[in-house]
């Protein structure tokens, strides 16, 4: 299954997505006609666990979308899982340090770059897939095509960003802007010198390292500004949020409001 975010990266296009938090294989399956090149299953805010999120990626995959996933936490099981089940990228969030990106690239690639367990899974066909013909075409192709993605979204992060993009292993950075405001001191004030200067800072290293820069947005308008601005690509909202503003925008259409 081509990774649409990362073959547009390499041919200098940019991607768009969205989350998904419903938890509904349907509701992502659906996503085929939008457009859309990426959904990320959600197991970090939603209550989506991983055979949830295998059903998930699975209507993702089937519906010809890039299905990348939200860890919940930093550890071998939460990146491992994921990967094992079909997720062609993982995001991880509260990133703090340095050594926390150094553990997930040992969790999240296979030798030399990493120390990731082997097993015959979805994500390689159970053995079967081309690319999983021989073990070692299987770690190089997964090594090569599924991307670890640590999210930006702490001060610590921030503080060693340059290093973090450099590092091998790392595809790029996921930006979490409204976490970022918030330990920044400006909760949601995207415009606050300091919390602008940030955001550019984290895309203007990714773009030096030669990683993927990728950023939520909360609106077609942020969307534009954040690819204006340079982002590779743009993860746009959620689906739990435009649930509810298309229906409450309908019920205001029906009462005249």
Not at 41 to 67: K, R
Not at 97 to 123: H, I, M, Q, S
Not at 232 to 245: H, W
Request: aromatic share 8%; proline share 4%; hydrophobic share 40%.
């Amino acid at each position: 299954m081509e990774n649409t975010v990362l073959e547009k990266f390499r041919q200098g296009r940019q991607s768009l997505g969205t989350f998904s938090a419903i938890g509904s294989p349907l509701a992502v399956e659906s996503l085929r006609y939008t457009g859309l090149d990426y959904v990320i299953v959600d197991t970090e805010h939603s209550p989506a666990g991983i055979e949830s999120a295998a059903a998930q990626i699975a209507a993702a995959q089937g519906a010809g979308l890039t299905a990348l996933a939200r860890a919940n936490e930093i550890s071998r099981t939460a990146v491992l899982r994921l990967l094992d089940v079909g997720a062609q990228g993982v995001v991880v969030p509260c990133v703090e340090t340095v050594e926390e990106v150094r553990e997930l690239v040992r969790y999240a690639k296979f030798a030399p770059l990493g120390n990731r367990g082997f097993c015959p899974t979805r994500d390689g066909g159970w053995g079967y897939a081309a690319h999983a013909a021989s073990i070692s075409g299987y770690m190089e192709t997964s090594n090569r095509e599924t991307l670890l993605l640590p999210q930006c979204e702490t001060v610590g992060c921030l503080e060693h960003i340059e290093e973090i993009t450099a590092m091998d292993g790392v595809d790029g950075i996921f930006v979490g802007p409204f976490d970022l405001s918030i330990a920044l001191g400006h909760p949601g004030e995207f415009d606050a010198p300091v919390v602008h200067d940030a955001i550019l800072r984290v895309q203007a290293a990714c773009r030096r390292s030669g990683k993927l820069s990728i950023i939520f947005t909360g609106s077609a308008a942020a969307s534009r500004q954040r690819f204006a601005e340079g982002f590779d690509s743009v993860t746009m909202g959620m689906d739990s949020l435009f649930y509810v503003e298309m229906y409450k925008n309908l019920v205001a259409d029906v009462w005249g409001k």
